[in-house]
């Protein structure tokens, strides 16, 4: 069975850090990709997809991830954080001919000021 | 309403008691699904449907869980004698079509907590 893996559980960055947060699936095969973002009293939200085409996916709020076949990850990334990006993000997964979604444990984030 | 509604957001239920969790997905999305999120877990797949066809049931925990979508719009999510291990957020999430590519709204959530 599929089963995605998110290696920090916390990170704590200044502001205008760097932020490359790490996600890996198990199965092979054809898949589709996401980052979701949970923002504290909100419902998630999504980030980014990457379903086939340039494995470099750009999404909003300047957040991107890049899909490495090779590697079974798909990780975020974003040059320079921003107080307001404290959040928790989930990886997640979807394999060809299934609808669910299967998540990572979530890595939650925090910027501080 | 602009987003995926779910009812009510707390709960708080006696263990044994049954509860009945309500989602509105958004208006003509055909898929709508039901994810539970334990307490520092990513949220977990419960079922799926598409319409009022329950086409993916293979997440649900135990013959306590029920979900239905009688007329392929509001669904509820029905847990008989709950126990303290159904404590949980449980999430709705819609989607407009069936297939692969397209995007999961998810609603805010009701939080379950079995005392």
């Known amino acids: 069975a599929q089963s995605v893996s998110q290696h920090n559980h916390h990170v704590i960055l200044s502001e205008a850090a760097s932020l490359e947060l790490g996600c890996n699936y198990s199965?092979?095969?054809?898949?589709?990709l996401f980052w979701y973002v949970q923002y504290p009293g909100q419902h998630l939200q999504l980030l980014l997809k990457?379903?086939?085409?340039?494995?470099l996916v750009k999404g909003i709020k300047g957040f991107e991830a890049e899909f490495i076949k090779s590697k079974f990850s798909f990780n975020l990334r974003k040059p320079s954080v921003q107080w307001s990006d404290t959040a928790e993000y989930f990886c997640a997964v979807m394999n060809t001919g299934f609808q669910k979604l299967v998540f990572g444990t979530g890595t939650r984030l925090l910027v501080s000021p | 309403g602009a987003g995926v509604s779910q009812s009510p957001r707390y709960k708080v239920a006696k263990r044994g008691q049954d509860v009945a969790l309500r989602c509105d997905p958004i208006?003509?999305?055909?898929?709508l699904f039901w994810y539970q999120q334990a307490l520092g877990q990513g949220p977990e797949f419960l079922t799926y449907f598409q319409n009022e066809a329950q086409l993916d049931k293979s997440g649900l925990p135990s013959d306590r869980f029920f979900a239905e979508r009688p007329e392929g719009s509001v669904s509820t999510l029905k847990i008989q004698r709950t126990q303290q291990e159904d404590s949980a957020v449980y999430l709705c999430a819609s989607s407009l079509f069936n297939t692969m590519n397209t995007e999961a709204f998810f609603g805010q959530g009701t939080r379950l907590t079995v005392v």
């Open positions: 990457y379903f086939s085409g340039d494995p």
């Open positions: 208006s003509g999305h055909v898929s």
């Open positions: 199965y092979g095969g054809t898949v589709n």
